[in-house]
């Protein structure tokens, strides 16, 4: 059941103090497109997710808090529920994949997270499971939530007041949260704006899925756009992305990369490759003309991996 704008103007205000209203700027950029940025990399976390995992704590008993938190991720959301949990003095336990990067990793045992890596296949059964053996806490599920969307959310309402005549936007696809919170949002205040969901090559399970008409299971293949993509979707997530969406762009880790070098060079601006990914499918024209905005998930890199990749371009 997709969000409505209730639940997002409620979780705006549950997630105040928590999470930021992040700037829309213009991007410095030619295209077909006049594209503007939603930067949410400027979050305290560096990334969207501290809306999502404030929103669920604040729907969440105190009793279950007090067993401490439990998520999966590769990153952003760890760092989400690890900041929170400091905020509260809970424990919080995250299960992270192996592939996950120490920068994102690291950041969250500062916070004071414990960090369990898994293998891929087992982190992706967390999602499934919402548990892991051995530790009882409460779970968080970095997508598949009704109030991790409705704080992603939030992000639709800042769009439509600061930019009311906009024509499209294009969101990063990890596995939907964000993609189908915002779009629940825009299709109910604004249906007229062309919604696109932003893929890695290496990793595109939605655009395979809305192809076939039903979930898939693609090659998964790691790479330095490590915040999104899987092998593939939720069936409760493809079934809200094939209402809300009008499609999936997948982009190649060359204009993957090519993007971060441009909005570092223009607009001096750190992305992580999924949030390249959206800005990268904005910049092809593909979302069509008009006001665009792509909306920059994270800056959660290694800065010397950063640099290497846009050396390279």
């Known amino acids: 059941m997709p969000v409505s704008v209730a639940q997002a103007e409620e979780a705006r205000r549950k997630i105040a103090g928590l999470a930021i209203r992040t700037p829309l700027v213009r991007c410095n950029c030619d295209s077909p497109a006049d594209i503007y940025l939603k930067l949410e990399n400027l979050q305290p976390i560096g990334s969207f997710k501290i809306r999502g995992a404030a929103n669920v704590i604040a729907h969440t008993p105190e ?43 690291r950041a969250v045992e500062r916070m004071g997270g414990r960090v369990i890596k ?25 997508f598949d939530d009704p109030h991790v969307m409705a704080g992603n959310a939030t992000i639709a309402l800042e769009l439509l007041e600061d930019l009311p005549d906009l024509s499209a936007v294009v969101i ?57 993509g899987s092998k593939t979707v939720f069936p409760n997530m493809f079934e809200q992305a094939r209402r809300l969406l009008d499609g999936s762009l997948v982009v190649t880790l060359a204009e993957a990369a090519a ?18 990914c959206a800005i990268a499918a904005a910049l092809s024209g593909r979302a069509g003309s008009g006001k665009t905005v792509a909306i920059v998930s994270g800056g959660n890199i290694d800065l010397d991996k950063f640099s290497q990749l846009v050396a390279q371009q």
């Open 118 to 142: 898994v293998p891929f296949a087992e982190w992706w059964q967390t999602f499934e499971r919402r548990s892991y053996p051995g530790v009882e806490a409460t779970f968080v599920h970095a």
């Open 63 to 105: 009793n279950e808090l007090r067993r401490g938190l439990l998520t999966a991720s590769a990153g952003n959301m760890a760092q989400g529920v690890a900041f929170c949990a400091r905020r509260l003095n809970i424990p919080a336990t995250i299960i992270a994949p192996d592939t996950a990067p120490l920068t994102k990793t």
């Open 259 to 276: 993007a971060m070098k441009l909005v570092a060079e223009r607009n001096r601006i750190v992305v992580e490759g999924a949030a390249a």
């Open 172 to 228: 990063p696809w990890g596995g939907g949260g964000l993609a189908c919170g915002i779009a629940a949002v825009l299709r109910e205040r604004a249906p007229q704006v062309r919604i696109y969901a932003a893929e890695i090559e290496t990793a595109a399970p939605l655009s395979a899925s809305l192809a076939a008409g039903k979930p898939q299971t693609v090659e998964y293949r790691p790479s330095f756009v490590d915040g999104i």
